[in-house]
């Protein structure tokens, strides 16, 4: 158990519909990563939050929305939902990027299946 | 050019034999080095975590990273059926860069 947790662990829902996956950090952990996986695809990274502020932006598509709350959560927002953003969302964390030996943490994932 | 580059494979091996995973990364800056094992559908899990060069060994597990030739290496011994995942290197530098992993499938 890495000490990520991510809910919900599974979804179905319907092209054009929105969902929200949420993301609580390890404990003491301040960034917030997402990323997201395709069948058969590497990690994309997303997003990453760093106590509350957006850090850094990677391929994140424009009907996508994140934000990191006081209490170090995070949510990752789909919306306009399309076939192609079926995959697995994973939430990691770490303590700080510039903390020696620091490394990143990863949950166990959302498996969401646009239909 | 990709920060990390690994050969996706597959790779497939009797059980017992020596495997070795192999990475590049792309800028001499880097320091920290990673290795996370992915079972199918789940989250990575770290595995093995360098600074600079030379080898870290934990139990079968053995990382090498030579920063002349930007090399990092993950050799697994007497490799199980329960050793059967992807394996995914990665890389910090002012973000986390991964490769796209490495699908090992152990054969009993």
């Known amino acids: 158990d890495s000490g990520v947790t991510q809910t919900p662990k599974h979804l179905i829902t319907a092209t054009g519909q929105r969902v929200t996956l949420r993301c609580s950090p390890r404990?003491?952990?301040?960034?917030v990563y997402w990323y997201q996986q395709s069948l058969d695809q590497g990690l994309q990274f997303l997003i990453q939050?760093?106590?509350?502020?957006?850090?850094a932006k990677g391929n994140i598509l424009e009907r996508f929305s994140a934000q990191q709350f006081p209490d170090l959560h995070s949510e990752l927002n789909l919306s306009s939902l399309e076939l192609g953003d079926s995959a697995l969302y994973f939430c990691?964390?770490?303590?700080?990027?510039?903390?020696?030996?620091?490394?990143?943490?990863f949950g166990e994932g959302s498996w969401l299946t646009v239909v | 050019q990709k920060e990390v580059e690994q050969d996706p494979g597959p790779l497939s091996v009797p059980e017992g034999a020596i495997v070795s995973l192999n990475c590049t990364y792309s800028?001499?800056?880097?320091?920290?080095f990673m290795w996370y094992r992915q079972y199918s559908r789940k989250g990575p899990e770290l595995l093995m975590y360098?600074?600079?060069?030379g080898n870290k060994e934990d139990g079968r597990f053995t990382a090498q990273v030579d920063k002349s030739s930007k090399y990092i290496s993950l050799f697994i011994r007497d490799s199980q059926p329960s050793d059967s995942a992807t394996y995914l290197c990665?890389?910090?530098?002012?973000?986390?860069?991964f490769g796209t992993g490495t699908s090992l499938t152990v054969i009993p």
């Open positions: 800028n001499s800056a880097f320091q920290y």
């Open positions: 360098t600074y600079s060069s």
């Open positions: 404990s003491g952990d301040l960034s």
């Open positions: 990665a890389s910090r530098g002012n973000q986390f860069y």
């Open positions: 939050y760093y106590n509350g502020e957006e850090r």
């Open positions: 990691a964390s770490s303590v700080d990027l510039y903390v020696s030996g620091n490394t990143i943490y």
